[in-house]
């Protein structure tokens, strides 16, 4: 009976290690879109510093994030449009940019 509370704590140890490297990941794609944003506009002469697109671009909103992923956007056209509608203007021109030099392959 002992061995299988130990089997099955262990076994729950694990599912949450699992867990949290999900979460870990999930965290760091935000991040990841954002900097392969960059990435793809850096070369342009309206991009602004690193820095400053970074941190604008982190403040987003989660869909406005995903709009960033020229896949997504192109399957959810109307929805990227609305989301796109609530930014301030430092936001906006990120986005604007962003779709005018969109990234090769989305992020993962």
Do not use: W
């Not at 699992?18 to 991040?31: E, I, M, N, T």
């Not at 960059?38 to 604008?56: G, I």
């Not at 109307?78 to 301030?88: G, Q, S, V």
């Amino acid at each position: 009976m002992q061995k299988i509370k130990q089997i099955l704590f262990l076994a729950a140890l694990t599912s949450l290690a699992v867990a949290c490297g999900k979460d870990k990941k999930a965290a760091d794609a935000k991040l990841t879109a954002c900097e392969q944003a960059y990435e793809s506009v850096s070369a342009s002469a309206a991009a602004p510093p690193r820095d400053k697109f970074l941190k604008t671009c982190n403040k987003l909103p989660l869909m406005n994030k995903k709009c960033l992923q020229i896949a997504y956007s192109r399957g959810n056209r109307e929805l990227c449009d609305e989301a796109k509608r609530t930014l301030d203007p430092a936001e906006h021109q990120l986005v604007e940019l962003v779709n005018a030099n969109p990234p090769a392959q989305p992020a993962q």
